[in-house]
């Protein structure tokens, strides 16, 4: 079975600081890998996703995500975060039946 | 306008009522989706459709029903439910699903609808 951890479950961080959020997944045989994001009150949305190709993956509002198989890692980072990057973040991958699994979240607060 | 929308938004029941949550998708997509999010717990999956197939999650109780009566609607019929089923439900879309009835598409969500259940 696929299991998606990601380490942080509460960032605080101030603005113009830089962000990495961790994740990783147990079953190996994906390469698709997805990071969504929920801002305060709105939808659930894709921030970015691996499929192929260079595994530096660049996503909206100047996120990137680099998959590295060997570790089983997909980790999320922006160099200079904005207030406006206050939400939460889930990393998503499929499991050996191509469901998505869905890691816990890290809420991530930024502040002013 | 989104491009997948749920109501009610906000839904309050007993737990010997009977209720229906509405999903709808504008985007032309195959597939559709139920998803539980509760509080500090990862989105659990709970049904899959595909053009109007049903994939069913063995895990999800009988007391949750949903229906797809065409690709672009999805309901959650909810039936004496208990108070640990209060959740926000979230309805996707996605062009198409992969095997075993999961999706590697990108999947588009709705608001979601936040149940509470006394």
């Known amino acids: 079975a696929q299991s998606v951890s990601q380490h942080n479950h509460h960032v605080i961080l101030s603005e113009a600081a830089s962000l990495e959020l961790g994740c990783n997944y147990s079953?190996?045989?994906?390469?698709?890998l997805f990071w969504y994001v929920q801002y305060p009150g709105q939808h659930l949305q894709l921030l970015l996703k691996y499929f192929s190709g260079d595994p530096l993956v660049k996503g909206i509002k100047g996120f990137e995500a680099e998959f590295i198989k060997s570790k089983f890692s997909f980790n999320l980072r922006k160099p200079s975060v904005q207030w406006s990057d206050t939400a939460e973040y889930f990393c998503?991958?499929?499991?050996?039946?191509?469901?998505?699994?869905f890691g816990a979240g890290t809420q991530v607060v930024v502040t002013p | 306008e989104t491009g997948v929308t749920q109501t009610p938004r906000h839904l309050v029941m007993g737990m010997t009522n009977k209720k229906s949550l509405k999903c709808e998708q504008h985007?032309?997509?195959?597939?559709m989706y139920w998803y539980k999010q509760s509080a500090k717990k990862p989105l659990e999956l709970m049904f899959v459709?595909?053009?109007?197939?049903?994939?069913e999650n063995n895990s999800v109780p009988s007391r949750f029903s949903p229906e797809c009566p065409n690709s672009s609607h999805l309901f959650l019929h909810l039936h004496t439910l208990q108070p640990e089923d209060s959740a926000l439900y979230l309805c996707?879309?996605?062009?198409?699903?992969?095997?075993?009835?999961?999706?590697?598409?990108?999947?588009?969500f709705g608001p979601g609808t936040r149940l509470t259940v006394l």
């Open positions: 998503a991958v499929p499991d050996s039946w191509g469901k998505l699994q």
């Open positions: 985007l032309g997509h195959n597939a």
């Open positions: 996707a879309s996605s062009q198409d699903r992969g095997p075993g009835g999961g999706s590697t598409d990108t999947q588009y």
């Open positions: 459709y595909s053009l109007e197939e049903r994939v």
């Open positions: 079953y190996g045989g994906t390469v698709n």
